[in-house]
């Protein structure tokens, strides 16, 4: 699987847009990036997932460079609510079952009033 | 809609004793399940994983166990708990086939005394 490499924290204020970059540059062809949202004492929570170029749902948007060597979750107008742990994942096939994946540590996002 | 639960939500129990924390998945067939423990101020570890009954990997050798008595029933056992077992248990579910994320219970809070 392929190792991605986050920013350890963040800060930011209400309103502004915050983006938060991962490294995984022995991505392979099949990998896809998904990233996730965790909340203390709670699960992590899907946000985006792609495979290149941009996605966007009402959440974030996801920006992938051709090489795929990086990604940019992009959070728009963040607010308090915000504030979690978020972690970026590459691997694994979508519409294959049967797949592992390995959380990071995450970005710890801290958003000021 | 799919649901997963978890049990217990918190657990303290004394250093040599045995564990037992329960993980059930409902509304889906042939998930694929996951145990992650997460220690404090930390990322996810993933501990086991499981595409079928019977069928278990295992991605951190050490004095916990898991096994997959039906279909959407995910267990984690240990004999002998030792102090560095605790922490966060969270056990997640991803569809056989399909989209790629992961759905995550609402975990168990370990410490061992």
């Known amino acids: 699987l392929a190792k991605t490499t986050q920013p350890i924290s963040m800060d930011s204020y209400e309103g502004q847009e915050v983006n938060i970059t991962c490294s995984h540059n022995?991505?392979?062809?099949?990998?896809?990036i998904t990233w996730y949202q965790q909340f203390p004492s709670q699960g992590p929570r899907f946000i985006i997932q792609?495979?290149?170029t941009k996605v966007t749902n009402e959440v974030a948007s996801l920006f992938i460079p051709a090489d795929r060597k990086s990604s940019t979750l992009s959070l728009p107008r963040v607010s308090l609510s915000d504030t979690a742990v978020y972690y970026c994942?590459?691997?694994?096939?979508?519409?294959?079952?049967?797949?592992?994946?390995?959380f990071g540590a995450g970005t710890r996002l801290f958003v000021k009033a | 809609s799919q649901t997963i639960h978890q049990w217990p939500a918190t657990l303290v129990q004394p250093v040599g004793s045995p564990l037992s924390l329960e993980c059930t998945v409902e509304?889906?067939?042939?998930?694929?399940l996951y145990w992650y423990r997460q220690a404090a101020g930390r990322g996810l570890q993933l501990l086991f994983y499981?595409?079928?009954?019977?069928?278990i990997s295992s991605e951190v050798p050490q004095n916990l166990s898991a096994s997959r008595p039906q279909d959407r029933q995910f267990i984690l056992s240990s004999k002998k708990l030792l102090l560095s077992d605790s922490g966060f248990y969270l056990c997640?579910?991803?569809?056989?086939?399909?989209?790629?994320?992961?759905?995550f219970g609402p975990g168990t809070r370990l410490t061992v005394t």
């Open positions: 499981s595409v079928g009954i019977g069928q």
């Open positions: 792609g495979y290149k």
């Open positions: 022995n991505i392979a062809t099949n990998d896809y």
């Open positions: 997640a579910w991803r569809p056989g086939t399909g989209v790629g994320e992961q759905y």
């Open positions: 509304g889906t067939s042939n998930p694929n």
């Open positions: 994942l590459v691997g694994g096939r979508p519409y294959t079952g049967g797949f592992k994946t390995i």
